[in-house]
Structure formats: structure tokens, C-alpha cells
């Protein structure tokens, strides 16, 4: 979700087989740089491949260009990383939030084939989406300082993961500005 | 006798291919009835010939088959006997595939004063039966002068729901009570079945509540020890199961009739038995860069 040049990206901490928890405390989003993360739900195994892919592209951009990716950069390559396996899917849907020039925020996801989705304002993925749209649209305030909107995305978060039997058993939450990153763990319902 | 020997006679006749898949590992008597020699069966009635589908997969087709008509018992139940009576704990979630429509639903279903039933499966099945059972409970006592056992009660439920099997009602439901015999606790469910037991777990929890509940077992529990098992085996199947949460319910039946003893959310019992120290924020699997 966009703040006032800032924004926040947060994931539940469940990774399950069909009905069985195995872990609380799985970690799905990941920095590339400060001011780039990405959120991966899905496949836990693709989750983590993809990760490992897109470290070892950014890598390989910092060496040749001697600097970090711009978001609006690494959307489009992770969008063309998805469609390569057009026919064999990674089982994942990211969603890529960032700073860019002038530390303006940038976020997107995408459905597991690459197809790009911007918003100006919030974009979610995973299994309580759908509960995720509901609950971001009615808390949703353009502008909102970083304390403002790590309240509101806890709030979003956690109330729709309560509705899903997939999802929840805490909470994990970056907030990020210009200059620096908080990371708050969520204690949630853990059923 | 006859039986017997008919059986093994008719074995040696070459027989008309009633069925399509060879029989001759089968003790069933059902392929031996119908056209074969009539002498041979006079006076014995038919048995019902089945007739069978013409697939190539005979096996996978019945597997489906019966998937079609089980829904998944997405909860989780249990009751146990112990030295004081019977305690029943449920959890309290209803779910829809994925999307959880309601944490506070009431699975534990009050019988009489002094029987109890549980739910999973079909919601509205299960109330249903159970209000119904209630009714033939209160008809017995009137027309009889006497309360039903609880051996009664649970046959009485497993023969109606053995006339519908088959035909999509789902109910896997344990009787709890407390009769002349004392403390009495039965397993029925849709497919007919009737189980006597002093420990049972029914739902898409079970395997979870099954593993606290024996290993914490003991027959001369008190009753709040019993209570505190009970409630900690719904609470760590509803961590596990994704379909088992809101929250834990404990009844006990005693000689004077059922009580609800607590009714804790799972959330809190989480941290009441995990409580969050507050050190450093506990460090998620980070990913290593190879």
C-alpha cells in the first residue's frame, strides 16, 4: 500500500499443505535493495526459487550498470521472467513494491504468467484477495504518514486473513521511507 | 450347510458372463444367483444381483464415485470417557471451501438434559438429526416411563441415517451421555457406521486432537483435568488445521445430566500456553544467499 513517500508491504507467515500447517513462520517477502521489495505468494518452493532468480538478475545489473534497479525496472523484468515459463508456470504471484526517482512510491503485481497490474493506490495477491480488495478499499486514505499506514495495512491484513482458512498465524510487515526500513512482526490469530 | 454346498457345486458350471470382470477370486454369492443351473438354487431367494458399470477403470471409477458424495468435514471434535463421566470439546469454525463463514458456530448440539451430540459434516444435516433424534429421545420417555440409554439413542439416530445412505447427507456425530449403565459415548456417522468407544475424534482435526488426546489419557483424570485435555487437544488441532479455529468448547456429562464448563477463544490459548517473550523479535527462516 502507497503512503506519503513511503510505503508498506505485508505478508501472513503460514506456509501449509492444503489444510496442515507445516511452518508460522515462513518468510514471503524479500528485499532486493532498500528501496525494492518483492512479495511472493503461491508455491512456497516457487516462491523461493524466484527469489533466488530475480537476486542473481539484480546482481548481474548492479555489476554491469553500477547501480541499483528502478522499480518500474525490475516489474518489467520480473514480468518477463514469469512469461519465459509461459507453458510450465511458476506457481507465484508477486507483488513488487518500491521507491523510485525522487523516492516516489511505486507498486504492482502480477498474475503468475507476468501480466502486469499497477495501482496508484494498493495491490494485493494470495489466497484471501479477494478479502484483502474488500478491506484495503475501506481503509484506504491517499497520503497517509508511515505510522498511519503501518496501522492501516496490520488492520487490513489481519482482518482478512481471519477470514481465510489458508492464510493468517501472524503477520509480517515492512515499512519503508526514504530513510530507513521498520519490520514488525504481527501477532495474529493462530487458527 | 446347503449354502455351502450349492456354492461350491455351481462353482463348477460354466456360467452365462453376468458380469464383466472375473469373479472367480470373489466368495460373493451374488454372481452365482440368476441364470445359473435352477435346481440348484430353489428355495433360496436371490441374492440382489449388482449390476455394473462398463468402464475400464472399475476401481477409479468407485473412488470417484464415493468422493462425489463425501464433502470434507472441515472441523474438529472430540469426546472422551473417563472416571467421572464424559467430556465433549468441539471448535467452532464453518468454512466454504477456502473462505471462513462463520468462527462461532455451535457444534455441540444439546440433545436432552443429559445426552449430548456432536457436529461435522453438514451443518443443517447434523442439526437436523440431532433435533430429530431429540424428539424420538422424549417420545421414548413418555411412551416408555423411562429415560433412553444412550445405547438406544445412538442406534435409533445410525438406523435413519443407514436408510439414507447414499443419498449425500453428511454426518459424522459422536452421543455423549449418562445413563443407568453410566457414562456411555457412541461414533455414528452417514455411511451407517455405529462405533462403541471411550475415546473418539471426528473432523479434518482429528489426526492433531488424536495425538494430545492419547498421549495425554489417563483413565482417573479429574474433571478438570479432563477439561484442560480436552480444550488443549481442540486448540493444538486448530493451529494445525486450517479448517478448526474460533473457538474451543468443553461439556461435561456427569450423573446429573451435561454443563459447559468454558468456552476459550484458540487465539488466546495460544498465548496462554506460548506466551510472547519479549526479547529481539524471533528471526523467520531467513533465505541464505548461496
Not at chain 1, 145 to 171: F, H, K, N, T, Y
Not at chain 2, 17 to 33: H, N, P, Q, R, Y
Not at chain 2, 51 to 69: C, R, S, W
Not at chain 2, 81 to 104: E, L, T
Amino acid at each position: 500500500m502507497v503512503g506519503k513517500n513511503c510505503f508498506a508491504i505485508a505478508s501472513d507467515r503460514r506456509l501449509g499443505v492444503n489444510l496442515q500447517t507445516v511452518a508460522t513462520d515462513f518468510q514471503r517477502i524479500f528485499k532486493i535493495h532498500d528501496k525494492l521489495f518483492v512479495g511472493l505468494s503461491g508455491l512456497g518452493s516457487d516462491a523461493q526459487t524466484l527469489y533466488q532468480r530475480l537476486v542473481f538478475r539484480h546482481k548481474l545489473y548492479q555489476l554491469r550498470e553500477e547501480r541499483d534497479m528502478k522499480p518500474e525496472t525490475f516489474a518489467s523484468l520480473v514480468s518477463a521472467i514469469l512469461y519465459e515459463k509461459r507453458f510450465g508456470p511458476y506457481f507465484c504471484q508477486p507483488v513488487i513494491a518500491g521507491l523510485g526517482n525522487d523516492d516516489k512510491p511505486f507498486i504492482c503485481t502480477m498474475d503468475f504468467i507476468g501480466a502486469k497490474e499497477l495501482a496508484k493506490d494498493f495491490v494485493v495477491a494470495g489466497s484471501a484477495s479477494e478479502s484483502l480488495y474488500g478491506a484495503c478499499e475501506a481503509l484506504f486514505k491517499p497520503d497517509m504518514e508511515p505510522d498511519e499506514l503501518s496501522e492501516v495495512v496490520s488492520q487490513a491484513l489481519l482482518a482478512s486473513v481471519d477470514r481465510d482458512c489458508l492464510s493468517g498465524w501472524g503477520g509480517h510487515i515492512y515499512i519503508v521511507t526514504p530513510d530507513e526500513v521498520r519490520e514488525k512482526i504481527l501477532k495474529g490469530r493462530m487458527d | 450347510m446347503n449354502n455351502c454346498f450349492c456354492i461350491l457345486l455351481s462353482r463348477n458350471l460354466s456360467l452365462p458372463k453376468i458380469m464383466k470382470f472375473d469373479t472367480s477370486g470373489l466368495e460373493s454369492t451374488a454372481s452365482v444367483f440368476g441364470t445359473a443351473g435352477s435346481e440348484l438354487v430353489d428355495g433360496f431367494s436371490a441374492a440382489p444381483a449388482f449390476e455394473l458399470p462398463t468402464t475400464t477403470d472399475f476401481d477409479g471409477f468407485q473412488k470417484e464415485a464415493v468422493q462425489m458424495v463425501k464433502p470434507a468435514k472441515g472441523t474438529t471434535t472430540l469426546a472422551f470417557i473417563f472416571k467421572d463421566g464424559v467430556i465433549v470439546a468441539a471448535d467452532s469454525r464453518a468454512s466454504m471451501g477456502g473462505y471462513i463463514s462463520s468462527q462461532s458456530v455451535k457444534k455441540i448440539i444439546e440433545i436432552n438434559p443429559y445426552m449430548l451430540g456432536t457436529m461435522a459434516g453438514g451443518a443443517a444435516d447434523c442439526q437436523f438429526w440431532h433435533r430429530n433424534l431429540g424428539i424420538k429421545c422424549r417420545l421414548h420417555e413418555l411412551t416408555n416411563k423411562r429415560r433412553i440409554s444412550v445405547t438406544g439413542a445412538s442406534k435409533l439416530l445410525a438406523n435413519i441415517l443407514f436408510s439414507y445412505r447414499g443419498m449425500g447427507l453428511s454426518v459424522g456425530t459422536m452421543i455423549a451421555g449418562w445413563d443407568e449403565t453410566g457414562p456411555g459415548l457412541y461414533y455414528v456417522d452417514s455411511e451407517g457406521g455405529r462405533l462403541k468407544g471411550t475415546r473418539f475424534s471426528v473432523g479434518s482435526g482429528s489426526p492433531y486432537a488424536y495425538g494430545v488426546l492419547d498421549s495425554g489419557y489417563r483413565a482417573d483424570m479429574s474433571i478438570e483435568e479432563a477439561a484442560e485435555l480436552g480444550r488443549r487437544a481442540i486448540y493444538h488441532a486448530t493451529f494445525r488445521d486450517g479448517a478448526s479455529g474460533g473457538v474451543a468448547s468443553v461439556y461435561y456429562v456427569g450423573p446429573d445430566g451435561w454443563k459447559k464448563l468454558s468456552g476459550d477463544d484458540v487465539s488466546e490459548l495460544h498465548y496462554k500456553y506460548y506466551p510472547v517473550v519479549s526479547t529481539e523479535a524471533p528471526e523467520p527462516d531467513r533465505m541464505v544467499e548461496a
